[in-house]
Every structure is written in C-alpha cells, then in structure tokens.
C-alpha cells in the first residue's frame, strides 16, 4: 500500500477518471499487502489514509453495502459448493490493537454474510486448559468448515505479540513460533483455506480519542478496563511486535494486509472489498443437481 | 393464536385503531403460543394467516428493519451484561418441514444480530458418535453461553419428529423423550435461558410451490432431493407428530409458538417480534463500570 510520502501518487489522488471506475480497477490486495521477509516501518504508514477508496465517506457507505449483496452470493455459492465436496473456505484474521475495530468489522462486515455460514472465534488469554497445549492447538479447533466464512478476532498471532511485549514466555520460544505459524498457515492454504490476515492500523491518538469516548458514555463502561491505559505505556513494543510478525509471516500462502483504521468508513469499506477480491478470485460455483429435473417436477406436480 | 374458524375476531382485522398502533399494543408471544396439555389441531390453523401483523407487506417489512434496530441493542446489553456476570442469555428453536423457512429466518431475522453475540447450530442426522449418547447430549453441547443468543436450526425435537414418524427407535422410547426435554427445557429455564421455541407453519400447497421454485432455478438445486418428494406422502405423520410435540412439551418455562409461514414477510416481522418481546421482558442492563472514571480520562489525557 502506499506509504506516507508517496500520498500524492495514489490512485484515489489526482485521479484522470471517476474514482468509482479506478475504486473498482484498483485491486486492493496488491495495494495494501505487506511484503513479507522485508522490514516492516509502521510509522511509515498513515493510519488515517484511505487508499483506493470511493470519493468520500457516502460514496464509501454505499459501496460497502454494494459489495455486501455480492459477499452474500459469493458466500452462498461457497456453502453451496461444499455440499458436493469442494472443501475450500476463507479465513479472515483481524488483528489490532484495542479499540482498532475487530468488534466493529465482524458487526459491520461480517454481518452482511449470512450468520449462518459463519463461523466466528473470539480469542482471550488462553485458559489454563489451554496452556497445556501447543499455541495452536486451540486455533485448530476454531477453524471454517468447507464452505464457510471463518473469522479470528485475535488469533495465533497473540502468541507472538503480548507473547513477547509481555514476555509470557522466553524470547527463544517466541522466535520459534513464527516458522511454525507459517508452517500452520501453508498446511491450511494446501487443505483449500484462504487465509486474509489484516492488520487494522490505528494511531495512538485515535485510540485515546476512542478509549474517552467510551469513558464519556456510561453504556460503554463495560468495554473500558483502567488497563487499556497502561497498555498504551507499550505501543511502541506492540508496534514493533506487529512489524516482525508481518515482516516474518506475509507469505505467498497467507498474505498479510494493513488496512489504514483511524477512519472507521474505510475500514469496513476496505476488508469488504478484500474479502470480495478473495471470493471472486476463488470462483466458487453452484454444484449441479445429480437428480432428473423434468421427472422431479412431474413427481411433484401429479400428486393428488 | 387465531384459528381459521374465528379469523374475523382478530386484532389485525375490523380495526378500530390503525394498525401500526394495534400492532405494538398486540403481545405476539399471547396470540401465537400453543396453550400445553391440550390437543393440538394444526389443520385449523391457516399457514397463510398474518395475526397482528402491520397493515401490508412494505409497513411489515419496514416495522421488521426497524425492530432490527432494537434487536441488535438488546443483544448488545444482554452480551455487556454478561461480562458482568448475567448468566442469561435466549434460545431460539427452529422447527418445520422442508421449506418452512428455517434457514430464511435465519439469514433475515438472525442476520439483523451482531454476528459475534449468536451461537447457530444446524442439527443434521445424528452421527454414528452422537447416536452413542443420550438424544441430548449434542444439544446439550451447542447451546448458547451466558448473553449469546442461540440459534437451533432443527433440534432434539426431531427425536420427537422424524424419529416417530419414521420410527427409528421404538415406540415407547420416542413416548419417555416427551417428559425428558421438558425436564431438560426446565433445566435450561432455571440456568437463566429464555427458551423460544417456534414451528413454522406452511401448507402442503405452499411446500409444493416452493419446491418446484428450486427445480426451476439450477443455482438452487443443491437445496433440492428426490426424497423431498418421498418425505410429502408423509405429511399426515409429521403433522400429526408436531401436534404432539406442542401438545406436550409447550410449558411455562418453555413455551411453542405457532408462526403462520406461508407468507415469508411475515414469517420474519412474527419472529423478530417474538424476539423483541423476550427480550425487552428480560430487560438486560449494561453493567456498571468499577473504576474511577474521572481518574482514567486525566489519565489518559495527561500522557505525553
């Protein structure tokens, strides 16, 4: 995607033609995929860009529930694929810090597939069952069936982020994790899973902004704890934890994507439109019935 | 709910009011709940009637968006609240014949939930594992947690159903199930799930219409079977086991709601509302927070 000071020569800026034709030539994977086994600067890139987006923020509503009927279809043909046998799914990771919109892009996103064919996970500090476990042993329970839309809201990737800002284990066993999620990751894309790793990039600043927020209104005290506060202390060692993990782990089996997040209109615009540059490139295709068509419909209509 | 017989007495019809107000006044869960202990008769029943519903299809569908709103705000404080500790949480059960409209209500009622907070479960024919244990015991497994909503999509009442009418266990053991669900329903009251359970009601006619919609559209094949040819002939049987399953097991703790299905618009305006009426009778609070709220916004606007 594009960096802070190559702002002026993004598509969306300085545009020849209508931005709602260049918005759909854009493809957005390319845009907003992090190199991998590159280094990875955060601070280089502006979390309250909108790269390749409609116009403005109407345009962008618009679009995001344009795209939403076409999600459902596409969603519908995967399902339907799966019943004769196609096991291809996709798995959507969000990652982000607190307040970033993992709540807020499986709401808007997500809740324009149909629920039914979801399947959501919500990963906490690991319990103590858990804990007795490889890091992706409970990654691996929570995983799509054929044919469905899985979505991690934290993931796998904690345990290479507070895993290591934190130090919850030794350093060396943090290092070792990276190639053993790759490893994970290039199994699930072999076993017909499309993985969507997106980062949600927000500032530190936004995130003050949306922590008083909730502060000002007592019906979202529940989503306040005093330790987001001192979560903030470590955004530095959080920003750098998010750099290596994109550096070491955005592979050609499991890409990851930076989506700009400051601006909430955009988020849910952008994972919309990479969700369907994923579905459209899987091509998921309505399996043909294996039953006499004409003869059922006389069945059916003879009956007294 | 109004049966066909006193169809002209009903709130929706010679109205004094204007329907719009007559609707919010109508408590749904008093017209469509099977009274228990009493013998059901579903032939009397009009699958195409619309008790309390808006005046026409467009108000129906307008009033259902609208009540979406309110649904996905009390979905919000009955999940807040359990982080604090409300064990509640609701139950949706979904039953009827092939077409009824089962996965409709799902995509089109449930889709208007914040997908996070609801736990869908398909139930298909039991697997050779599940088949080792008590009816009950992959039930007991997919059930909602503390402020998820939950959805069954068929459920432990098709050992009640299918397993009579095509006996698939004697006779005598389908007649204990009746007693053992509303002990476990009961159960499930006790532990704080509203337990709602709905049958959607279609014609034989209708059946037939919307069968025959499938088999003329290829990209709906795959919804489609020769045996739901077969399963019509069996329609006196299903029937007959649905009144008893209602007869039975419509309790106070658990209670059955008969939602006329021919017609989609008001399938999903009768089950929203059902919805919303359980939902505002539970009344779920967000909870307070437990921290210094003055401290934390100086806080946070003192860092550097």
């Not at 339907?80 to 892009?105: F, I, N, Y």
């Not at 070792?176 to 790759?182: A, G, H, P, Q, S």
């Not at 750098?240 to 050609?252: F, G, I, Q, V």
């Not at 899987?282 to 294996?290: I, L, N, S, V």
Request: net charge positive; charged share 35%.
């Amino acid at each position: 995607m594009a960096k802070k000071d190559t702002k002026k020569s993004k598509a969306a800026k300085g545009a020849k033609t209508p931005a709602s034709k260049q918005r759909r030539r854009a493809d957005l994977r390319g845009l907003l995929r992090i190199p991998g086994e590159e280094p990875v600067d955060l601070s280089s890139y502006d979390a309250a860009d909108t790269p390749a987006s409609p116009a403005d923020k109407i345009d962008a509503l618009a679009d995001t529930i344009q795209m939403g009927e076409r999600l459902g279809e596409l969603q519908e043909r995967l399902f339907a694929a799966s019943t004769a046998g196609d096991r291809r799914r996709l798995l959507l990771v969000l990652q982000g810090m607190d307040t970033s919109g993992k709540g807020g892009t499986v709401k808007h996103v997500i809740g324009q597939f149909n629920p039914s064919g979801c399947r959501i996970m919500a990963f906490k500090s690991p319990t103590a069952k858990e804990l007795k476990h490889s890091f992706l042993w409970r990654i691996k329970k929570a995983l799509p069936l054929p044919g469905e839309i899985g979505i991690f809201d934290r993931s796998h990737y904690e345990d290479v982020l507070i895993a290591r800002v934190r130090e919850l284990v030794p350093l060396d066993a943090v290092e070792r994790r990276y190639e053993k999620i790759n490893r994970f990751e290039r199994s699930l894309a072999d076993d017909g899973v499309t993985v969507v790793k997106v980062f949600l990039h927000i500032s530190a600043e936004e995130q003050r902004n949306r922590l008083l927020e909730r502060l000002d209104n007592p019906d979202k005290h529940w989503k306040f704890s005093p330790t987001d506060i001192e979560e903030r202390r470590l955004w530095p060692a959080y920003m750098r934890a998010y750099e290596l993990a994109m550096e070491r782990c955005s592979t050609d089996a499991a890409p990851w994507y930076l989506v700009p997040a400051d601006r909430k209109w955009y988020r849910n615009w952008a994972i919309s439109k990479l969700l369907l540059e994923h579905l459209q490139a899987m091509g998921p295709q309505y399996p043909k019935g294996d039953f006499d068509v004409e003869e059922c419909r006389r069945r059916l209509l003879e009956e007294p």
